[in-house]
């Protein structure tokens, strides 16, 4: 008897919305969790392709055996490499190249392109091979079967590198490339006692025995894990994306959470009077109990079932706009989604039913005659620590998700407060019958009104937070590789053909950056002590003092480097990269010595830059005024922007001046093109469904919302009301509801992206003011649909 009437109620009475909101919660969270799975994996597999590994150990010695056992025993697949810089020799002349030593078995991922004579394509190389960048055949007027000597090797040419999946940013690491095998490696003679070598070793295995190699070891002195979480502007994309996708999870069960909690508040009211009618009977609380639990067990496993299969058909609606974006072969997401959605159910379920019910339980008989008004109770507040400690768990180390959500505890109360004092304010004003009649109503029952105000105003300004990070995102990576970015960069020009060089530049119409002398040299006493006990650290501040770094001098400061302190001055003067001085603790009017060749030289520091090293623009350390370096021998740079189609141009280029190093990064731009495109794309469309869900989700709110008032409409009818005045009534209220929560949900919005965007993806936030517009007409049209769907029922004749 008690399932067929939990099953009655469920269909025919007020379980109902619960269910529904229940569904829709868990439908909601298996599609953006399976689908966020899955975007998450392919752009995971992205980033382990462009390092040709799904893990990278890299030394300036031998890979320690250690590594090696810990490596064989924990069953991963491994490929030793060895890179170093030395000259390559033909017979008419010599090239500086960077050699990669590989096993037959590289890369263990991502795709190796070798275009042999034959014009087939290889993908490994063998012993007795080598394989060299296409321009390097002009540079060296040779052609493929030619013997070329790297080093004291003499090897006959393979063919030509046509792609290969380790690519560098830095202008100024890039040589030629050249691959061998590494059977080939001490026959170069190239390495000697003092060479500067790079050992790696790439690992590919499950991720759990990845992690588990890189606890296991104590990193020394020059060895660092290189992962796709530590790949320079490729690693921070899918970091930021990585963070998105958690985030719109998060919003989308913030928004059904709300829905949830109001639709299990109408329904333990709703109950009151049959609880109490069921205590007049004889029923016992212990029956009572069963009959209440089999209801929301029964709800719970029909919303469950029913969200998931939901779901698995939401997520393949959002992978067809994918179809061209995303892999044939898709990674899989197993049962994580659904066990995510049922679990999240639960525990926002918990709460959102626990605590109504269990104060219904304390409903009096007596109340069947007569209304009873009680004291506020706090029975089962205790559920309330069941989803605050999973989210501890959670989201304990991640600072995004807890900026977002004390932000949003916060913004929750204000934007109540601030839409009921909007329409307070509107009623200050003459308006029709109508409408006066509304505003009344809002202001006799300030408690409700401001739950629905903050439920809807709130829930609009996380649809907005979704949609704006994810604008703003998209903004900051198209500056990534932006359509003017040059793609080639010219380096070692002597300072009597720069001119010239940049003049056959300007004849060929290409555009190209200003002409920058570099300089290398080190940075050794800030303030007159020793930089040496600042080497210790990891950021970039070390980074420059481990190594010899390019100078440039100039007249004024490069436009696309930002001043963040201090003023350039004309002589004397040094401007210091942001995180450099940071790290080095280096401040406006610190003494800075530098040695070049054994030739010392101070400066004093006038200004510090903020530097994006991932701009493809010529970017630098130090800058210094022209009086301090300028006197100093200097080879100069340039940058510049060609065509794919136009490699005639390169290779005239290297032919009119053979000591000029072309290091070509279009092939780099188009696989990072390539990524940003599967991105983009992905988190559009996630951001779409959240943006959905969360419309259905005030939709759900809206109408339950209006089945409140059906007994307060019938009211009015009885007392006379027409029915064009309650639907003008109702049409007034909330669409004055509407305007208000749209407006201060911008408000709101526009202060979570904005401390988002700043401190959390550490990017320069900006003012959306088509957002002003679109959100409250967006209000306006869910309160429209809401309205239209249920109108003719509330307004159905009287019986």
């Keep these: 008897m008690i399932l067929r009437w939990s099953w009655c ?59 090696l056992q810990q490596a064989h025993d924990q069953n991963l697949v491994l490929s030793s490499q060895v890179r170093f810089q030395t000259m390559a020799f033909s017979d008419s002349g010599m090239q500086l190249v960077s050699v990669k030593s590989v096993e037959s078995n590289y890369p263990l991922r991502g795709e190796l392109l070798l275009n042999g004579a034959d014009n087939q394509i290889h993908s490994q190389v063998q012993p007795g091979e080598v394989w060299i ?28 590198i046509e792609s290969e999946p380790e690519l560098a940013f830095n202008p100024f690491r890039t040589m030629p490339s050249v691959f061998i095998h590494q059977a080939d ?25 990845i992690s588990l190699l890189q606890s296991d070891y104590e990193l020394q002195a020059g060895e660092r894990w290189i992962s796709e979480e530590t790949q320079g502007r490729t690693a921070d994309l899918m970091q930021k994306a990585k963070q998105y996708l958690s985030l719109t999870i998060l919003m989308v069960i913030l928004m059904a ?24 009977m004889g029923a016992s609380k212990q029956w009572l109990k069963r009959w209440l639990l089999s209801q929301v067990g029964l709800m719970f496993f029909t919303g469950v079932v029913a969200g998931s299969l939901i779901g698995l058909g939401l997520e393949l609606l959002l992978r067809i706009p994918l179809t061209g974006i995303l892999p044939e072969d898709l990674p899989s997401y197993g049962w994580q989604p659904f066990a995510f959605g049922s679990v999240v159910a639960l525990l926002i379920g918990l709460p959102a039913l ?18 009873q008004i009680t004291a506020s109770s706090k029975k089962g507040l205790w559920l309330i620590a069941v989803p605050v400690v999973a989210f501890l768990f959670m989201y304990g180390n991640n600072s995004l998700v807890w900026m977002v959500s004390v932000g949003l505890v916060v913004l929750f109360v204000l934007l109540a407060g601030i839409s009921y004092g909007l329409v307070h304010l509107f009623g200050r004003f003459k308006w029709g019958a109508a409408m ?3 505003l009344s109503r809002i202001k006799r029952s300030p408690k409700n009104s401001m739950m629905q105000l903050a439920a809807l105003s709130g829930s609009l300004m996380l649809v907005a937070v979704i949609w704006l990070v994810r604008t703003d995102l998209l903004g900051d990576w198209q500056q990534t590789l932006p359509p003017d970015a040059p793609n080639v960069f010219a380096m070692n020009i002597a300072p009597y053909e720069q001119q010239e060089y940049l003049q056959a ?47 440039t001098w100039r007249n004024e400061l490069p436009v696309h480097n930002q001043v963040t302190a201090g003023t350039w001055t004309k002589e004397n003067g040094v401007s210091v990269e942001q995180d450099v001085a940071n790290d080095l603790d280096i401040k406006i009017g610190d003494t800075l010595s530098f040695s070049v060749n054994s030739q010392l030289f101070s400066a004093e520091v006038n200004s510090i830059r903020v530097v ?22 200097a080879t100069w740079l340039v940058s510049f922007k060609v065509d794919d189609n136009e490699n005639t141009l390169l290779n005239q280029l290297a032919r009119d001046y053979p000591t000029v190093s072309l290091l070509d990064f279009r092939t780099m731009g188009g696989k990072i093109q390539a990524m940003l495109a599967q991105i983009t794309w992905s988190l559009s469309v996630l951001a779409g469904l959240g943006v959905v869900s969360g419309v259905l989700l005030i939709f759900t709110l809206l109408r339950l919302s209006l089945y409140q008032r059906q007994r307060e409409i019938t009211l009015y009818r009885t007392l006379g009301a027409s029915r064009q005045r309650i639907s003008q009534t109702l049409w007034s209220e909330y669409g004055v509801m509407a305007l208000a929560a749209g407006f201060v949900a911008v408000m709101g919005a526009e202060a979570i992206v904005f401390s988002l965007v700043k401190w959390g993806f550490k990017l320069e936030p900006t003012l959306h003011i088509g957002m002003w517009i679109v959100l409250p007409l967006l209000a306006m049209m869910i309160v429209f649909m809401s309205l239209v769907s249920v109108i003719k029922q509330l307004l159905k004749p009287l019986k």
Aim: charged residues 20%.
């Design 9 to 67: 109620e469920i269909w025919q009475g007020q379980l109902w919305p619960v269910m529904a909101a229940l569904t829709l919660i868990v439908a909601c969270v298996v599609a953006l969790s399976a689908l966020a799975i899955r975007v998450e994996k392919v752009m995971t597999d992205q980033g382990r392709s462009m390092m040709a590994a799904d893990l990278v150990f890299s030394s300036a010695n031998p890979i320690p055996e250690l590594i």
């Design 133 to 160: 960048a296409d321009r390097l055949l002009s540079l060296l007027e040779l052609n493929i079967g030619d013997v070329i000597a790297i080093g004291d090797a003499e090897l006959p040419i393979s063919g030509v």
């Design 185 to 209: 490696l001490d026959k170069t003679g190239a390495i000697q006692l003092g060479s500067r070598v790079q050992y790696r070793s790439l690992f590919k295995g499950s991720d759990s025995a």
């Design 257 to 280: 959470a709300v829905t949830l909690v109001l639709t299990c508040q109408h329904y333990a009211t709703s109950l009151a009077n049959t609880v109490a009618m069921l205590k007049s």
């Design 354 to 371: 626990g605590i109504p019910l269990l104060r219904l339980l304390d409903t009096p008989a007596i109340a069947v005659l007569q209304s």
């Design 436 to 438: 006066t009649l509304a």
């Design 505 to 551: 530049l300007d004849n060929e119409k290409l555009d190209r950056s200003d002409g920058y002398p570099i300089i290398r040299g080190r940075l050794t006493e800030i303030n007159g002590e020793s930089t040496k006990e600042k080497m210790k650290g990891e950021g970039q501040g070390s980074d420059a003092l481990r190594r010899e770094i390019n100078f």
């Design 612 to 633: 994006d090293w991932q701009s493809m623009k010529p970017n630098f350390y130090f800058i210094f005024t022209p009086d301090v370096i300028a006197d100093l021998p």
